[in-house]
T-cell receptor
């Protein structure tokens, strides 16, 4: 059974600081997705990582994928309050099923 | 703009009632999904469909049914609602033909359902 674990589950950080959110998954997959969700809102796609070593950056966020370690990271550089949200990673289930397994999410709060 | 819409956005119902949540999309995507979100549990897949004739159960399909009326429409029904089905429900779509995007999914605004 494919499991996706994120840590930390909660993160409170000061503006200007750097931090990394981790997403570990339990079976072979080379496709991983990061989403952002604001409270009471829908999920917004942030990054699509489709191969080992993939790195994507948008503003203060950078995501990477290591399929051999079954690990993705979402790195936050010089956090600002607007980044406060819940971040989810999702992994494509084994080949051919085209469905996601979501991590439980990391709730990020950036303090001014 | 091409979009994913859900109706209703909020619904309060009583135990035992039958209700239907509807999802429509103008993205032209083949794949559609229904998820449930509970606090602390992330999103869990209820049902998914790859075309009008293809319906598949997800992780938590018990107590739910779906109908894919057209490529653009995918409805979720609770035949006899119970309080532990109180949750936020999301519909999502993805494009079968876009290999460049993998299986990137696009989510609707959600339906907040409360079962009393």
């Amino acid at each position: 059974e494919l499991k996706v674990e994120q840590n930390p589950l909660f993160l409170s950080m000061q503006e200007g600081k750097n931090y990394t959110i981790y997403c570990n998954y339990s079976t072979t997959s080379d496709r991983l997705y990061w989403y952002r969700q604001d409270p009471g809102k829908s999920l917004e796609s942030l990054f699509v990582l489709l191969s080992n070593g993939a790195v994507k950056q948008e503003g203060r966020l950078m995501a990477s994928l290591d399929t051999k370690a079954r690990l993705s990271t979402l790195h936050i550089t010089a956090a600002v309050h607007d980044l406060s949200a819940t971040y989810f990673c999702a992994v494509d289930a084994p080949s051919g099923t085209y469905k996601y397994i979501f991590g439980t999410g990391t709730r990020l709060k950036v303090l001014a | 703009d091409a979009d994913v819409t859900q109706t209703p956005r909020n619904r309060i119902t009583k135990t035992g009632k039958r209700i239907m949540l509807e999802c429509s999309q103008t993205k032209g995507h083949d794949r559609m999904y229904w998820y449930r979100q509970d606090p602390g549990l992330g999103l869990r897949l209820i049902y998914y469909s790859f075309d009008v004739k293809d319906i598949n159960k997800g992780e938590i399909s018990d107590g739910y049914s779906v109908s894919r009326q057209a490529q653009a429409k995918f409805s979720l029904s609770l035949e006899s609602a119970i309080p532990n089905q109180t949750a936020l429900y999301f519909c999502a779509t993805s494009d079968l033909t876009s290999g460049r995007l993998g299986n990137e999914q696009f989510f609707g605004p959600g339906t907040r359902l409360t079962v009393l």
